[in-house]
């Protein structure tokens, strides 16, 4: 199918006698060399090798593009290669032509090192307005091993439909019921044994508490599990009608297909099986509950799965119609998802229904989106998400979903935008249009300001994020931890009242000029906007950077361990530990490995953790300096972040940041904590926290201590 929508030609590069037609070859030693391999059960497959130490080589093709228009840009690899980065190794490069020359920077992938098996580089790209041809490239960049080059795509598509609503404030995620806590999960399938939900459910809940079930089996033995998967196209012979279904699910959660609902609801619900082959196919949130968690309305991400014939990707619907709607509102099914596709025929028609039951709940969707292999955009990431959400096992605390803006000026009308929907949220900047600002300054905590009155004088808290270009995580994180700051009741913020208070809050949300994140790796020296540490007159109190790194793990990083700094050596891993910095079932690497080895990637449930490091040379440039000088203090919190997957991991990576901003900040004041867990949770010599509950210590609390700790 994709063979149809492709612009490339010979993609599979198994056409020319000693070449691959349409293709240019270019290196930049003699040691760097390719070969082609034939088979005659398979396609062609080209391999790039590097025997030399960062060695570079390239096929490139050009072709021609509509000025304005998106495209999908993605290459089928494997390989095993040595490069000191994620600029080496393998990787695509897209090249802007403007009369046959390069016109602006390229746009790169982030490099792959390793991937036994193949994986699709994934990315998108917009054609400049005034370019109408690109150089697509695929190879290795400073590395040293060999590539294997499967095919090559670059497909046309109307835009990317991924959307996000930043400014949307939803629910704290532990004030939503949840009708069961699942501990035990049953999947009933013909192929339960070898499906890969079933060893990825074993992952997240433990091998021992999932059971697989043969359909013929159901009736036998029963269900004795919290939820059952019914994912096959028919229910088992022991599910004769809807009657039955739902007293399956009167005390567990239930999950079926949409065929084989349809087959159980009769004439009123048919489906219609959509195939799309230039770009995944997304569900769009249009009703809000625990399912959706980390979500707001009318978000819209990817939920397909691909077709292994034809390339392209598919999605089941049910069809909208006057019976089928009679039929939801008859029986309680609520659409929680609809379809977003390239065609209006095709989108806002159901894709997960829900029925609440007596102690549980009856859901219609399809799980093989959750099944799928992830390319480096990460897709499967998401729908796991909202199959774990319906089995109550994330913790979302304040990370919500981001597709990233497509340039600067939208995120700052963003900002200013916000200022105007909810008072306490103050944007400071030039009396200019959104375009023409260079520097941008959030304030919380100046509520005297409302009233016309004078602002008290008060220590700043002040948080910079986007210190390199595209710095999503870092962005997006301090976003929504000063988002909360203002909520409205009845979910208003636990500790905004004693923290505006005592501190003024101030937010340089773009230390660097943005670009944008599509699956591209970021600029290595973005345009640095002006740092300023006067903020209304007030002494500060700390800087706090908030960066993210191509690393799983999460650091904050301070100058000293002794003095005002040992606080955090001494508390901050013991508030995580119990606090917790949200809990993901996600598709990622061992702590402390980069993002290059594709093997190293599995799913895995285990909790982010937290070093805290103590680096004396790491606050060494003049903004750091000065604020030292002042007295303030200086520290750095770092996050994960991926330039390929962050829309998938988005939720994840934007809790982590801005629950340890909330961490690192609460202990400015004494100690804060909100518990977003399910369950109680205790601090050493502190009263227990109940859910949606903060633990506010006051920073002279004889149980802090912290003029008596010396570290270092």
């Not at 897209?94 to 602006?104: A, C, E, F, K, Y």
């Not at 999950?255 to 609902?261: E, G, N, V």
């Not at 009679?326 to 609809?338: C, D, M």
């Not at 340089?508 to 699956?519: D, F, K, V």
Request: proline share 6%; charged share 25%.
């Amino acid at each position: 199918m994709t063979d149809n929508v492709n612009i490339l030609r010979n993609a599979d590069f198994a056409l020319g006698k000693t070449a691959p037609r349409n293709w240019l070859w270019d290196c930049d030693r003699r040691s760097t060399t390719w070969s082609r391999e034939s088979h005659d059960d398979g396609p062609a497959v080209l391999t790039v090798s590097g025997e030399e130490s960062a060695a570079t080589g390239y096929f490139s093709q050009t072709v021609r593009c509509k000025p304005g228009l998106y495209y999908r840009v993605e290459a089928t690899v494997s390989g095993d290669l040595r490069s000191a980065d994620e600029s080496g190794g393998i990787i695509i490069v897209v090249q802007p032509l403007l009369d046959d020359h390069p016109h602006g920077a390229p746009l790169v992938t982030p490099g792959v090192h390793r991937a036994t098996e193949p994986i699709d580089i994934r990315a998108y790209f917009q054609a400049p307005d005034d370019v109408r041809t690109v150089s697509v490239s695929v190879g290795i960049a400073t590395a040293t091993g060999t590539a294997r080059i499967h095919e090559v795509r670059f497909i046309e598509i109307i835009e990317p439909d991924e959307q996000s609503h930043m400014m949307a404030i939803p629910p704290p995620a532990v004030s939503v019921d949840v009708p069961r806590r699942v501990k035990t999960v049953a999947v009933c399938s013909e192929t339960a044994s070898t499906r890969p939900i079933t060893q990825r459910l074993s992952e997240c809940f433990g091998g021992r508490n999932v059971r697989t079930l043969a359909p013929s089996e159901l009736s036998r033995v029963g269900v004795v599990a919290d939820a059952l998967l019914l994912p096959d196209a028919r229910a088992p012979k022991a599910i004769r009608s809807l009657a039955a279904l739902r007293n399956l699910a009167a005390d567990r959660i239930v999950i079926i297909s949409l065929p084989a609902f349809a087959r159980l609801a009769g004439d009123a619900i048919k489906i219609r099986r959509i195939k799309q082959p230039d770009d995944p196919i997304h569900a769009k949130v249009v009703f809000g509950n625990f399912v959706t968690r980390g979500f707001a309305l009318q978000d819209v991400f990817a939920y397909a799965w691909s077709d292994a014939k034809t390339g392209g990707f598919v999605q089941n619907q049910i069809r909208c119609s006057a019976q089928q709607k009679a039929f939801q509102e008859r029986h309680g099914f609520a659409t929680i998802l609809a379809s977003m596709c390239d065609q209006d025929a095709t989108s806002d028609r159901p894709i997960c229904l829900y029925k609440e039951t007596g102690a549980g709940g009856l859901f219609v969707l399809d799980i093989e989106p959750a099944e799928g292999d992830a390319s480096t955009f990460g897709e499967p990431g998401l729908a796991m998400h909202v199959l774990l959400n319906i089995l109550d096992r994330n913790q979302v605390g304040l990370g919500q979903y981001v597709v990233p803006v497509e340039n600067e000026l939208r995120l700052r009308f963003t900002l200013r935008e916000m200022a105007v929907r909810f008072s306490g949220f103050f944007v400071h900047d030039d009396d200019v249009p959104a375009d023409e600002v260079t520097h941008q300054l959030v304030t919380v905590g100046g509520e005297d300001q409302m009233y016309g009155l004078p602002l008290k004088p008060k220590p700043v808290v002040l948080v910079r994020s986007g210190l390199s270009g595209g710095d999503a995580e870092s962005v997006y994180g301090a976003f929504f931890w000063f988002k909360q700051l203002v909520r409205m009741a009845p979910h208003v913020c636990p500790y905004v009242q004693p923290l505006t208070s005592r501190f003024r809050f101030a937010w340089i949300p773009l230390a660097a000029s943005w670009e944008q994140r599509t699956g591209f790796r970021r600029s290595n020296t973005p345009q640095q906007h002006p740092t300023s540490l006067d903020v209304e007159d007030n002494d500060l109190a700390v800087l706090i950077d908030v960066v993210s790194r191509p690393i799983e793990r999460a650091r904050v990083v301070i100058p000293r361990g002794d003095g005002p700094y040992a606080r955090y050596v001494q508390w901050l891993d013991r508030i995580v530990s119990s606090f917790g910095l949200g809990s993901y079932f996600r598709f990622a690497v061992d702590p402390g490995e980069d993002f290059c080895d594709r093997d190293r990637f599995r799913w895995r449930a285990d909790g982010a953790a937290l070093e805290v490091v103590v680096d004396p040379g790491g606050f060494d440039d003049d903004v750091h300096r000065g604020a030292i000088a002042g007295g303030g203090q200086v520290v750095r919190i770092e996050v994960p972040g991926g330039d390929g997957d962050f829309a998938a991991r988005s939720i994840e990576r934007t809790d982590q940041a801005a629950m340890l901003l909330e961490y690192v900040i609460g202990l400015q004041y004494g100690l804060v904590a909100v518990n977003r867990r399910r369950r109680v949770v205790t601090l050493d010599g502190f009263a227990p926290v109940n859910p949606g509950e903060a633990l506010i210590v006051e920073e002279a609390d004889a149980l802090l201590d912290f003029e008596a700790v010396r570290v270092g």
